[in-house]
């Protein structure tokens, strides 16, 4: 079977990222001609910065200047030589010094943090050990990971910071690894949050085979003796307990730092580090830079330092807790997150600060999830207790502003976050749609939909008519199974006039939550689901179903009332939703012109590529020849000839209205055939009484295929018939025969052939195999899907999984 389009990481960050950057919050160009930390210069306007994390303002520090020049002086711009073949006095001596800032533990420089892990994980991760990733660890230390997996490491996932999960999977597989790792931020980057040490240590304590990894990035510097960071002041390093660190952010230089206590483990890693040894090394004027620094983080300096910047950062908390602002971040670091909710809230509530004449971060899904986005900001030396009481006063009265203007709830806001809001506040409760003349039908079973009305709407939109839904809903109706179950939810908004506006339905079920996942992730979360079988499922509420395809919505779009319908549509998802206990939420099928597209993601929704339909729409055709005529591909008419012609009179067609009990098993487990060895797109199988129930339904046929002199039956179509359409569902193979008889090539000419025979304009060939399809003079519509999450963990350990 060929393989679908699947979802791509980076397309997503791509879409989110793009509309952010053509807002222009992100992706900003600066224009100053200097930079003292206090200040960017962004469109002619000096806007104060809360953005870096030069904790410590020592970026601008004289010392790290002057001795960064001084160095280049000596040493030129750089030394353009591996490291393995010369170590040069500059860094040995940077090395010394930050040895004695880590109470002389070994201490290896690198030309970024990112190196450091690369170069790291890859020397003292075994086969045989096994890796944990805390959800939210940075990315420079997953994607090494995933490079681990290529000598056959394993590499699991928790959910962020849940030590009962950690120590559940610890127990579950401390002996079938030498060691397990642990590998987890000091502070996280997001949120400015902490990892837990005193249960940490616990652990350690308990479990002899567990090891501690961390990135303490945002801990260095301002934190602990000689500002050697978070992590290293609450649990030092051993044996079993690796730090990486940085000369970056509070430390005010460039590079990264691995500090290790086991000798072992630091000779292999510096003997051939990976990008330790085939890489630059520091150049002059940062390892000049990074002495002056370390030397500071050795002398009393470095406890002023401090002293300033927390003296700062309790005055900001005190200030954010007066201002009752959605601040969900740890009091005990200079990272900071005011909640916002959905991307267009953000991107509102960003802009106005920005013009406001304040840099701040902005913080959007995937990093975040769809609904918990956010505005991020650090605070810094630079800053003043005048730029706090600025920057809170900007915040708290932009962030309701910027709720109202995008037409969302502050109340609804304010609990998502976990915050309260108080009575006496002025609570901007607003709901759009109040004012709307429209009028809404909700309804949970398509018998109480007026038949006439659906099939005007959806008539020719795929097998969605009002009788083809009376079947959906029989074959996902009092099953055994939970994933067999499925609960339907139309909606149907009309003007007072009765005219019809927009229309759709959704159905809420167990979904796979790598529907569209490569196979080969697929293909390892189906032995996990052996022994459960709902790993890695959630509860969704997705727009159509898995049993259909076609334009599932409904619009008039020329409607005066249309935009208000769209906040109906919306309104009405969020009830469902809950009602359900839906944990995603997808909206599907839209084309790459179709109005809603920004609408839907300016509600929170992330932009994802769905497999393409594909629509055959010749005029009719009555010889085979006709039909090559219309085709424009020399190699597609030569590959029907040679593949389909030539073996056609081996085959027996027949054409059936209704199958018997046993019939409709043989065709269910050719269906089955073909759901177990395809992975490509994801899916629980249809209940097994799926061809039995179609059967009653006279807009259901089936074709089978039969090899002549033979009553085995080895292949079929499930083939649903509209009034101008027709859409083969369903296909069943027997694989035996597809590479000898070319069986499929068989089944793909006749799903062509029957919606000519039967003189429909146009017949849907599904959402696989485009390639085969083309060949028919298929067009191949790109289609695009939205989605959103309550939380990531499901997402990131799928991403984890795909090497």
Not at 176 to 201: C, E, F, N, Q
Request: glycine share 6%; hydrophobic share 35%; net charge negative.
């Amino acid at each position: 079977m060929a393989k679908i389009n699947h979802n791509n990481y980076l397309d997503v960050v791509d879409s989110v990222w793009t509309s952010a950057k053509q807002k222009g919050i992100m992706h900003i160009n600066s224009e100053e001609q200097s930079f003292n930390g206090e200040k960017f210069t962004i469109k002619g306007r000096d806007l104060i910065n809360f953005g870096t994390c030069g904790y410590l303002g020592l970026e601008t520090h004289p010392d790290l200047i002057a001795h960064s020049i001084e160095l280049t002086k000596k040493f030129g711009t750089q030394l353009s030589m591996s490291r393995a073949y010369i170590r040069p006095t500059y860094i040995q001596e940077l090395e010394e010094l930050m040895s004695q800032i880590f109470d002389g533990n070994k201490v290896i420089c690198y030309t970024s943090t990112s190196n450091a892990h690369i170069s790291v994980i890859a020397t003292i991760i075994k086969s045989d050990d096994l890796i944990i990733l805390d959800q939210q660890v940075h990315f420079s230390v997953q994607f090494p990971c995933k490079n681990t997996k290529l000598q056959g490491t394993e590499v699991k996932m928790v959910r962020h910071s849940n030590y009962e999960m950690l120590e559940e999977m610890i127990k579950e597989n401390y002996n079938k690894y030498k060691r397990i790792w642990y590998m987890a931020d000091g502070v996280y980057s997001m949120h400015g949050d902490l990892p837990d040490t005193v249960i940490l240590k616990n652990l350690l304590d308990k479990y002899p085979k567990l090891h501690l990894y961390f990135d303490d990035a945002h801990g260095m510097g301002w934190d602990g003796k000689n500002g050697a960071g978070y992590i290293y002041d609450r649990l030092g390093v051993s044996e079993r307990i690796v730090i990486i660190s940085t000369l970056a952010k509070g430390f005010g230089c460039v590079g990264g730092t691995a500090i290790f206590s086991d000798p072992e483990m630091y000779r292999r890693t510096d003997i051939f580090g990976g990008p330790l040894s085939y890489s630059h090394p520091l150049s002059p004027a940062n390892v000049g830079a990074a002495i002056a620094s370390a030397k500071i983080h050795l002398s009393k300096d470095i406890y002023n330092y401090q002293s300033e910047l927390k003296e700062l950062m309790q005055y900001m908390n005190r200030r954010l807790k007066e201002k009752n602002l959605t601040n969900i971040s740890s009091p005990d670091s200079p990272i900071y997150f005011i909640g916002s909710g959905l991307n267009k809230v953000t991107r509102n509530f960003v802009h106005r600060v920005l013009r406001e004449g304040i840099y701040v971060n902005t913080a959007t899904f995937p990093v975040v999830p769809n609904d918990r986005s956010g505005l991020r900001f650090t605070l810094t030396r630079h800053n003043t207790k005048a730029d706090i009481d600025l920057l809170t006063d900007v915040m708290a009265y932009h962030l309701p502003k910027a709720i109202e203007e995008e037409g969302d709830n502050i109340e609804r806001v304010y609990g998502e976050f976990g915050c309260y809001l108080p009575k006496n506040e002025n609570n901007l409760a607003v709901n759009l749609i109040n004012n709307s003349n429209l009028i809404i039908e909700e309804y949970t079973t398509i018998h109480d939909v007026n038949a006439e009305e659906w099939d005007f709407m959806f008539k020719d939109r795929g097998n969605i008519t009002h009788l083809a839904m009376q079947a959906m809903e029989e074959i996902f109706s009092n099953n055994e199974k939970l994933e067999e179950n499925w609960s339907f939810h139309y909606i149907i908004i009309k003007d007072k006039e009765g005219k019809l506006v927009l229309s759709t339905f959704f159905t809420g079920a167990i979904y796979k939550d790598d529907i569209v996942s490569p196979e080969n992730v697929s293909k390892q979360i189906e032995e996990a689901r052996k022994n459960d079988p709902y790993y890695l499922c959630s509860k969704t509420l997705a727009m159509g179903s898995l049993f259909c395809e076609g334009d599932l919505i409904y619009q008039d779009t020329e409607h005066p009332e249309w935009r208000k319908s769209i906040n109906h549509l919306f309104d009405f998802v969020s009830k469902v939703k809950k009602e359900i206990d839906a944990t995603v939420v997808i909206f599907r099928d839209f084309e790459e012109d179709s109005p809603l597209n920004q609408i839907i993601e300016e509600e929170g929704f992330a932009k994802m590529r769905m497999p393409n339909t594909n629509i055959v729409s010749h005029p009719k055709w009555d010889t085979k020849e006709e039909l090559l005529a219309l085709l424009n591909s020399k190699n597609s008419i030569s590959n029907i000839k040679r593949y389909v012609f030539k073996y056609e009179d081996q085959f027996n067609v027949t054409i059936k209205k209704t199958l018997t009990e046993d019939e409709a098993e043989k065709h269910y487990q050719l269906f089955l055939n073909i759901k177990k060895a395809n992975h490509a797109f994801n899916f629980f199988a249809y209940p097994e009484k799926t061809a039995k129930i179609l059967s009653k339904y006279d807009n259901w046929e089936f074709i089978e295929f039969r090899l002549k002199d033979s009553d085995e039956l080895i292949g079929c179509i499930w083939f649903f018939i509209g009034d101008n359409h027709a859409s083969p569902l369903i296909v069943g193979l027997n694989y035996d025969y597809v590479i000898s008889h070319h069986l499929y090539k068989q089944v793909m000419y006749y799903m062509v052939k029957r919606g000519n025979d039967l003189g429909k304009a146009k017949t849907y060939l599904g959402l696989t195999s485009d390639y085969e399809k083309k060949k028919y003079g298929a067009k191949s519509i790109a289609l695009f899907g939205y989605i959103k999450v309550d939380n990531m963990y499901n997402l990131d350990l799928l991403s984890s999984l795909s090497n």
